[in-house]
């Protein structure tokens, strides 16, 4: 927690309190990556807008299980909640769902695996989760929605490191 920690005192006051000082934009839970900090109140508004309007762009890596065939594809499904587990987002067609569009790039392939960049044009909650479980690639690790969970000495022989390599 940051509540009146000298870190809090020089961060953004807007937007999810005490607990939160400064966050502009997270990540979802159990995933790691760059999260964005404003220091002041008006940096703060100004990024969150760039958010707001789509000009920030966002690009992620991850490992899905299977062979992605495509080079790169546009993946364009409205996602929506899941009506049987309200914890969960589903692609939704129709007025449940909101536009969600990503870019999947394949980077390497490794037999079982493939790590794909994703570039998102739009920014779901649980967007590139259930964007690769729904072309068929979940994310490994990713129980949720489809993905199994795998071991890491797994994952780094089929990209042809050894675990001294990786550590």
Avoid at 47 to 75: P, S, W
Avoid at 77 to 104: F, Q, Y
Avoid at 119 to 146: C, F, S
Wanted: glycine fraction near 10%.
């Amino acid at each position: 927690h940051f509540q009146n920690s000298p870190a809090s005192a020089s961060l953004s006051s807007v937007g999810g309190g005490a607990s939160r000082p400064g966050i502009v934009h997270r990540l979802d839970r159990f995933t790691s990556g760059a999260i964005c900090v404003a220091k002041s109140d008006l940096a703060h508004w100004r990024i969150a807008e760039q958010f707001a309007q789509r000009r920030t762009k966002k690009y992620y890596l991850a490992v899905v299980h299977g062979e992605v065939r495509a080079d790169m594809q546009l993946i364009d499904a409205p996602l929506g909640r899941d009506p049987s587990n309200r914890e969960l987002m589903m692609v939704r067609e129709g007025a449940c769902g909101k536009a969600s569009t990503t870019i999947a790039r394949v980077r390497e392939r490794f037999g079982d695996f493939t790590l794909v960049e994703l570039e998102l044009l739009t920014g779901r909650t649980h967007q590139i989760r259930v964007h690769m479980a729904h072309i068929g690639h979940p994310i490994a690790g990713d129980t949720k929605y489809g993905g199994a969970l795998v071991r890491k000495d797994l994952l780094l022989s089929h990209a042809g490191a050894t675990h001294d390599e990786a550590s």
